[in-house]
Nanobody, 121 residues
Framework: VQLQASGGGLVQPGGSLKLSCTVS????????MAWYRQVPGKQRELVASITRRGGTNYADSVKGRFTISRDNARDTVDLQMDALSPEDTGVYYCNVGQTVSDGTYHSSQWWGQGTQVTVRG
C-alpha cells in the first residue's frame, strides 16, 4: 500500500489550504481514511476521518473549519482547511485504517510521507 500526500505549504492566518492523498495498492473504495497531524514533541493526532461510505468525523479543534472528502474514482482523499491558525501548523499525514462500530478510527501501519503545513503571518 502506498499513500502520496501533497498540498502543504506556508499560509497566513485566516487562509486556506487543500491537502490531497492518493492511494494505491489497496481497494480504496472499501477503505476508511484519515488525516493526522504532528508537531515536534507531541504525539500524532487525528484531525479527520472518513468511512468508505462517506461518514466523517473531526477533531473538536477543526470542526467547522476543515472538510474531509474522498473521490473513489481517483482513489484520493482530500482535506480542505479553511480559517487556518498558527495552531494548525504541523506535518499532516494520511492513513488507511478502519472505523469501528462506535465510530472510532483506528490507524493502520500505512502512512503517507507527510506534508508540512505552516501558518504564519
Amino acid at each position: 500500500v502506498q499513500l502520496q500526500a501533497s498540498g502543504g505549504g506556508l499560509v497566513q492566518p485566516g487562509g486556506s489550504l487543500k491537502l490531497s492523498c492518493t492511494v494505491s495498492g489497496t481497494i480504496f473504495s472499501v477503505s476508511d481514511m484519515a488525516w493526522y497531524r504532528q508537531v515536534p514533541g507531541k504525539q500524532r493526532e487525528l484531525v479527520a476521518s472518513i468511512t468508505r461510505r462517506g461518514g466523517t468525523n473531526y477533531a473538536d479543534s477543526v470542526k467547522g473549519r476543515f472538510t474531509i472528502s474522498r473521490d473513489n474514482a481517483r482513489d484520493t482523499v482530500d482535506l480542505q482547511m479553511d480559517a487556518l491558525s498558527p495552531e494548525d501548523t504541523g506535518v499532516y499525514y494520511c492513513n488507511v485504517g478502519q472505523t469501528v462500530s462506535d465510530g472510532t478510527y483506528h490507524s493502520s501501519q500505512w502512512w503517507g510521507q507527510g506534508t508540512q503545513v505552516t501558518v504564519r503571518g
